[in-house]
T-cell receptor, first 113, second 113 residues
Framework: DSGVTQTPKHLITATGQRVTLRCSPR?????VYWYQQSLDQGLQFLIQ???????AKGNILERFSAQQFPDLHSELNLSSLELGDSALYFC????????????FGPGTRLLVL | DQQVKQNSPSLSVQEGRISILNCDYT??????FLWYKKYPAEGPTFLIS?????DKNEDGRFTVFLNKSAKHLSLHIVPSQPGDSAVYFC????????????FGTGTRLTIIP
C-alpha cells in the first residue's frame, strides 16, 4: 500500500459527460501528480500541483482541469468526454523539494461509451 | 521524441536465474532515475532509484547500474522469483527538481517456474 488513495476505482460514463476523479496523497506529501495510461500511449504526465498551486503541466487537454485543495487532496476534472479518453488515470504524490520518489495510487479506470 | 526508451517489450527468464532489464535515455540533463514495477490494474510500485553521481545502487535482490557515457541503465534481479512477473518501467524526472516523470514504454517480465 503506497498510502495514496484514489476514488472511484472504476467509472463508466457516456460521451459528452463530465467526471471528477479524486486523489488523497500520502500523509505529509505536498506534491500531487496526475498521469494517464492509455493502451497505446504508456504513462503520460498530465499535471502537477504543489501545496495548492499548479507547478508543471504536460500534454493535458483543455477539456481537462485539476486542482489541489487546502487539505492537499486533488481532483482531476474531465469534461466533454470522448471515447479516446478511456484510460487508467493515476495520481502520485511525493515529498517536497529535490529529486524524490513519486508514490502512485491504485488508479481510476475510466471507460467512455 | 521518446527521451526514455525500453527497447525490449518482453523478457522471459527461468526462476532462480538473473533478469536484466535495460533502459536508454537521450536527455543528458537527466540526473536521477527510478525503476517501477506494475501489475495489471494496479498503480506502479517504486522499486529502486539511482542518482547520476553513482554508477550502482543495490537493494536486496535488485541492483541498478548506470552508465552515463552510454546513457544507459539496467536493472538486475537476482534470483528471479515468480512474483517478479510484471511490467517494469524506468523513469526520469525532468530537468531540475521533481516534476514530471518521463516513463519508458515498459518491459513485461515473465518468470518461468
Amino acid at each position: 500500500d503506497s498510502g495514496v488513495t484514489q476514488t472511484p476505482k472504476h467509472l463508466i460514463t457516456a460521451t459528452g459527460q463530465r467526471v471528477t476523479l479524486r486523489c488523497s496523497p500520502r500523509s505529509g506529501d505536498l506534491s500531487v501528480y496526475w498521469y494517464q495510461q492509455s493502451l497505446d500511449q504508456g504513462l503520460q504526465f498530465l499535471i502537477q500541483y504543489y501545496n495548492g498551486e499548479e507547478r508543471a503541466k504536460g500534454n493535458i487537454l483543455e477539456r481537462f482541469s485539476a486542482q489541489q485543495f487546502p487539505d492537499l487532496h486533488s481532483e482531476l476534472n474531465l469534461s466533454s468526454l470522448e471515447l479516446g479518453d478511456s484510460a487508467l488515470y493515476f495520481c502520485a504524490s511525493s515529498a517536497s523539494g529535490g529529486p524524490s520518489v513519486q508514490y502512485f495510487g491504485p488508479g481510476t479506470r475510466l471507460l467512455v461509451l | 521524441d521518446q527521451q526514455v526508451k525500453q527497447n525490449s517489450p518482453s523478457l522471459s527468464v527461468q526462476e532462480g536465474r538473473i533478469s536484466i532489464l535495460n533502459c536508454d535515455y537521450t536527455n543528458s540533463m537527466f540526473d536521477y532515475f527510478l525503476w517501477y514495477k506494475k501489475y495489471p490494474a494496479e498503480g506502479p510500485t517504486f522499486l529502486i532509484s539511482i542518482s547520476s553521481i553513482k554508477d550502482k545502487n543495490e537493494d536486496g535482490r535488485f541492483t541498478v547500474f548506470l552508465n552515463k557515457s552510454a546513457k544507459h541503465l539496467s536493472l538486475h534481479i537476482v534470483p528471479s522469483q515468480p512474483g517478479d512477473s510484471a511490467v517494469y518501467f524506468c523513469a526520469a524526472p525532468s530537468n531540475f527538481g521533481n516534476e514530471k516523470l518521463t516513463f519508458g514504454t515498459g518491459t513485461r517480465l515473465t518468470i518461468i517456474p
